[in-house]
């Protein structure tokens, strides 16, 4: 059975940091694009970060360029959202996703995606 297990998350200080991880279960991260996207209450969900099957691609939403980092490790089967300078506007409950496709590329797109996490909130409040 595939799965997407997801950790971090949890209540920051605006201005703090936060450390989201995400690995498949039952299947390799090779050949897998990864994204996340995020959903505020009362909002559409929306996508935050993705990161091509090669790690050598990366999108990030505008709202996030400069504080957040995407990163993958194939070889531990693992994908990381690096969140810094958070602010109470990045609170959300934040979903792994991850496609069977070995582009060169990532896709923005939530439709695009084959496998998700159960989701991890992330508040960010003083």
């Known amino acids: 059975q595939y799965q997407v297990v997801q950790s971090g998350g949890g209540l920051v200080q605006p201005g703090g940091s936060l450390t989201l991880s995400c690995a498949p279960s039952?299947?390799?991260?090779?050949?897998?694009?990864v994204a996340w996207f995020r959903q505020a209450a009362g909002k559409e969900r929306e996508g935050v970060s993705c990161?091509?099957?090669?790690?050598?691609?990366?999108h990030y939403a505008d709202s996030v360029k400069g504080r957040f980092k995407i990163s993958r490790d194939n070889a531990k089967n693992i994908v990381l959202l690096q969140m810094d300078n958070l602010k109470p506007d990045d609170t959300a409950v934040y979903y792994c996703a991850i496609e069977a496709w070995d582009g060169p590329y990532c896709h923005t797109e939530e439709t695009e995606y084959d496998y998700w996490g159960k989701g991890t909130r992330v508040t960010v409040s003083s």
């Open positions: 039952g299947f390799p991260l090779n050949f897998h694009a």
């Open positions: 990161i091509a099957s090669s790690g050598k691609m990366t």
